[in-house]
């Protein structure tokens, strides 16, 4: 059997990123072009200038991802890309580059679902065993998905509001920290002795969902009433207030979902998983449980286009197939390809 | 010498394929669809049409801009990536340029432009017969275009789908002056922007990968951020 060489293009946020993946499983080369020193200014991303730094990296990313892997555009079984959800004129460079490339060559298309990708960064460290449960926390999602064999999904739970990340973002403004917030909030949290009682959302009794909006509340009217008392936060205490009420409910449900569905493996995915504070929680809780938790490296977790190849490895075998009309999809649901 | 030309800057659409001077293919559409769905079906049924595979391109020329930001970045990155990978130079020529040759052979100067919301264009201003720009590319009030093009002092044609949304303006301001292009001129095409492509120099293919459009306006997040750091200051 000849062995199967994906080439894949990630544009849906602020990270031109090409990678190619051989039989789903081996990483070839992984390019990524991030442009958060660009966007810091901004304290966000800002989706105009997010597009306009595509443009400009896109070609040179893929020629590093084939350069690196010392291959030909004939070397390869097809060309995948983000097709949704994300920012739409970030996504559209993606697919029109992928469009045009596998035009260029003749190859076939394989349009993939970022979440998806997120969830198949794991295949790339070990084996799926199913059914899988899978948390994905990023500055853009915060969902429980179950997969009862690749390529089947099942969200169970997602945010009513706010995803994890952006609260966390939220956070890290009030407390003065600059874009990305993330790391520096994980960062007080871990030196903070005691953190400040924040509540915790659970929502109804059996519900998967998420909300951290309450939470984001909470922490903005503690600030406030700190303020009009005269009396100065401690960064640290607000950090690990924070940071342990999103770690208690998001390791909480998870935690119960595995147990409700009697899965065989749990995955973290997204760039919030990169929190040491999840991570510890979640290993120490899914030790106890005995059931093996998988939280793929740092790399992996934030947004990269090898996770996307990973995804279109198993589409690809399935006979899924994108064409020259693909369009980005903002806001597409994750389906199942099976 | 084959060139494939790839016109996206608003929201008409112009692909064309010329063969040793010769137009082989050309298509030029206004329906207001999506680029993002429509150019690269039509660049493959165009190849088809013509018989040629994309390895047979020689040069390919795209509009650089301006234009709507989004519309110039799919023609770009289309025409990018088939220049980078295909290993042949990538030409851009003026949206406002490619636009203008539609009005070839008026007797004074072709005033092309685009609707930049809020009373603003982008626009540009073009000898009448040899198409070279006498005001290049820029992003201006629509009172402030008018007044150049009153001291220019010479008949103007004004060419593009916009012109109706200033024409009181401009026939207030100008009068007899100025003389519009009928709705059959007012869509860019391919083969004008191939022609003007080829009186350029070829750029060396290692020069596709920093190929960006010339949008001629900075982000609002960017004059922002600008202005606070000069109240910073
Ligand atoms: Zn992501």
Redesign the interface.
């Known amino acids: 059997m000849n062995d199967q060489y994906i080439l894949a293009i990630e544009t849906s946020c602020d990270e031109t990123a090409a990678a190619i993946i051989r039989n789903g499983t081996e990483i070839v080369s992984n390019i990524v072009a991030s442009q958060i020193d660009s966007q810091k200014?901004?304290g966000g991303v800002?989706p105009?200038?997010a597009?306009?730094h595509?443009?400009?990296q896109?070609?040179?990313v893929?020629?590093e991802a084939l350069e690196k892997a010392n291959m030909q555009?004939s070397d390869l079984t097809a060309v995948a890309v983000t097709e949704g959800p994300g920012l739409v004129?970030a996504l559209?460079?993606g697919?029109?580059?992928a469009?045009?490339?596998a035009?260029?060559?003749g190859l076939p298309l394989i349009p993939v679902h970022h979440i998806a990708g997120h969830i198949y960064a794991n295949a790339l460290v070990e084996p799926m065993e199913f059914p899988l449960l899978a948390l994905v926390v990023s500055g853009g999602h915060t969902e429980l998905v179950l997969m009862k064999e690749h390529g089947s999904f099942e969200v169970i739970g997602e945010t009513r509001d706010d995803a994890a990340g952006e609260a966390y973002d939220k956070v890290a403004r009030v407390l003065n920290m600059p874009y990305p917030g993330g790391p520096h909030i994980d960062r007080l949290a871990q030196e903070a002795k005691e953190g400040i009682d924040f509540p915790r959302a659970w929502l109804e009794e059996n519900s998967y969902d998420f909300s951290f909006s309450g939470l984001k509340s909470a922490v903005i009217n503690y600030k406030h009433n700190m303020d009009q008392r005269g009396e100065e936060i401690d960064p640290q205490k607000v950090a690990k207030g924070f940071q342990d009420s999103v770690v208690e409910v998001l390791t909480t449900k998870t935690l119960r979902a595995a147990r409700e569905f009697n899965v065989k493996q749990v995955i973290a995915a997204g760039g919030v998983s990169a929190n040491k504070g999840l991570r510890t929680s979640l290993e120490q809780v899914f030790e106890k449980e005995q059931i093996p938790f998988i939280v793929p490296p740092l790399k992996l977790c934030t947004d990269n286009a090898a996770m996307i190849g990973a995804a279109a490895s198993y589409m690809y075998v399935a006979g899924v197939r994108g064409?020259?009309?693909?369009?980005?999809l903002p806001g597409k649901e994750l389906k199942s390809w099976i | 010498m084959i060139w494939l030309g790839i016109e996206t800057s608003n929201s008409p659409l112009s692909i064309a394929i010329v063969k040793d001077g010769q137009v082989v293919e050309e298509i030029v559409q206004n329906e207001n669809l999506t680029h993002s769905v429509t150019v690269m079906p039509k660049i493959e049924e165009l190849f088809q049409k013509a018989k040629l595979k994309p390895v047979d391109i020689d040069a390919i020329a795209v509009s650089e801009g301006p234009g709507s930001y989004t519309g110039l970045r799919i023609g770009v990155t289309i025409a990018k990536t088939l220049a980078w990978t295909l290993k042949k130079p990538l030409v851009g020529v003026s949206s406002l340029q490619v636009l203008a040759a539609n009005g070839q052979d008026f007797n004074g100067v072709i005033c092309a432009l685009f609707d930049a919301r809020r009373q603003n264009v982008y626009t540009a201003v073009f000898h009448g017969t040899t198409i070279e720009p006498i005001i290049e590319d820029h992003h201006s009030s629509i009172e402030g275009l008018l007044e150049q093009l009153q001291e220019l002092n010479m008949p103007v044609l004004f060419v593009g789908l916009d012109i109706d949304i200033f024409k009181e303006k401009i026939v207030a301001q100008l009068g007899d002056q100025a003389s519009f292009a009928p709705s059959s001129l007012a869509l860019p095409r391919g083969a004008h922007l191939i022609e003007l492509a080829q009186k350029q120099p070829l750029p060396s293919v290692e020069a596709v990968n920093s190929f960006i459009p010339q949008y001629h306006r900075i982000t609002e997040a960017e004059a922002n951020w600008i202005k606070d750091q000069k109240k910073g200051q």
């Open positions: 200014r901004f800002v105009e200038v597009s306009r595509h443009v400009e896109i070609t040179i893929i020629e555009p004129g559209l460079i697919i029109n580059a469009k045009a490339f035009f260029a060559h064409d020259l009309a693909m369009n980005g």
